[in-house]
């Protein structure tokens, strides 16, 4: 469930009308419910009641600071998977021992950052990245708190490039070999062993892949235990799909979930971690875009509009799905009509929606994209030179912009012409 509803013929976000926004920030931008925002927080709180718990958004769905500033005040750990992304979550106040860091190639300088600047736990993803680690926090004087990240070898069952937990992935170290290498980190200087960490993928509609990882994880915890270790702590990582097309079935509530991690994990005394990204943030925020033209092709119609693949690149990069509805409600019983809907972007994968069913629009219409609180703003760029969009955040009545516009003078700024050119 999201807030962007319409009211009196009119998209809202919360009690703003997206059309008021339009006219305060030009299109195309990005908008969020700070509700949403907090309510799908609060089903994964209410997902892992009873058990000892932190759920650790990961910014890498959304890291404008205004987010992080929400979900550190709702009490949320965050994940993050760079200096940059630390950098962010600890300037929006969120303290070290809430942060874990995860990735498969930690930066000796990223690790001196985390270990100065405080860190709940390192998700380490091979021996020598441990090797490194230790190095590092042995020659600061200082204990690097670690899980590692065990690659289950379990099929996530979602798009090949969002699946990470197949022994073909690059992530994490075999779960066969897992203890080899706790034994190793055992015996390391400046090591601290505090859990596992575990991740198969993103956009999961199935709890079966779920349920078979977190069986694996529990394996191992009372393995690791025999050897003589101690796990306090399991991390599952984030994954939880969500609806992205109003027609499909819905993909399983995090209170399945929970169910799914109480069964499988919830008696072992643990801690338990979640990195929720996409479920958090996704549909959280629309892309809002205006109609350029309405363009009669052989066959084909074609709604070019002013957003573009550089401001949301799911649809090129992973083809994914969007709905796309107007500002404007339509009128019941309007007929629909087939369009390509496309950006102003010189290629052909700059194409949002082929085919897709809307009613009629014209030049200055505006329409949104739902779902794109997620993977959306922080994957844009700046290609074809068209300035990265600006996001807005609602709360109630009220709106504020969460990043502004560059100007073309602010991007042209950045680049520099060497003296002797
Ligand atoms: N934890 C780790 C270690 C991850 O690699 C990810 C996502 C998450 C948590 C959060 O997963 P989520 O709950 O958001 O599914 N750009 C792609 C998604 C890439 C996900 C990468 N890792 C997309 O637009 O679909």
Redesign the pocket.
């Known amino acids: 469930m999201d807030y962007f509803l319409y009211k009196q013929g009119e998209l809202y976000a919360e009690d703003v009308p997206i059309r008021d926004i339009a006219r305060a920030v030009g299109t195309p931008f990005y908008v969020y419910s700070s509700a949403t925002f907090r309510r799908h927080y609060q089903l994964f709180q209410e997902a892992l009641e009873g058990m000892d718990h932190l759920i650790c958004y ?1 910014m ?2 959304n890291g404008n600071l205004a987010i992080l500033k929400l979900m550190a005040d709702l009490g949320a750990g965050i ?1 993050v ?1 760079s200096g940059g992304e630390y950098a962010k979550a600890r300037a929006a106040g969120v303290p070290g021992e809430r942060i874990v860091f ?1 990735g498969v190639g930690k930066t000796e300088a990223e690790m001196r950052q985390a270990l100065a600047g405080g860190i709940r736990q390192f ?1 380490v993803e091979s021996e020598p990245e441990l090797l490194v680690l230790s190095r590092v926090a042995d020659s600061m004087g200082a204990l690097a708190p670690i899980s590692i990240r065990v690659n289950p070898d379990v099929d996530a069952k979602t ?1 090949a490039k ?1 699946a ?1 937990g197949k022994s073909e992935n690059k992530f994490g170290i075999p779960i066969s070999k897992a203890s080899e290498a706790y034994a190793m980190a055992a015996r390391l200087p400046g090591i601290k062993v505090v859990g596992i960490d575990v ?1 198969i993928g ?2 999961l509609t199935d709890l079966g892949p779920y349920e078979m990882a977190f069986s694996k994880v529990a394996e191992l915890t009372h393995r690791l235990r025999a050897e003589g270790h101690e796990i306090s702590r399991l991390d599952l ?4 799909g969500i609806p992205y097309e109003n027609s499909n079935t819905a993909p399983p509530l995090p209170l399945e979930y929970g169910e799914v991690v109480r069964k499988t994990v919830g008696d072992l005394g643990c801690e338990i971690e979640i ?5 958090i943030a996704g549909n959280a925020g629309l892309m809002v875009g205006s109609v350029i033209y309405l363009k009669q092709g052989e066959g084909r119609d074609f709604l070019i509009i002013d957003a573009a693949m550089n401001d949301l690149i ?1 649809p090129a ?2 083809e ?1 799905h969007h709905d796309i509805v107007p500002v404007k409600q339509p009128e019941p019983g309007v007929d629909l009509s087939a369009v390509d809907v496309v950006g102003p972007v010189c290629e052909s994968g700059d194409t949002f929606a082929r085919g897709r069913n809307l009613p009629p629009l014209q030049a200055t219409d505006l329409i949104a994209f739902r779902s794109a609180g ?2 959306g703003a922080v ?1 844009a760029s700046e290609y074809n030179a068209r300035p990265l969009i600006p996001e807005v955040l609602v709360q109630g009545d009220q709106f504020a912009v969460i990043r502004a516009r560059p100007s073309f003078e602010d991007m042209i700024k950045r680049d520099t012409i060497p003296e002797w050119l």
């Open positions: 990961a890498k769905a994940d998977v995860s998700n798009h969002i990470t991740h993103s956009q990582g984030g994954g939880l990195e929720p990204g996409r479920l799911r990069m992973y994914a997620a993977y994957m």
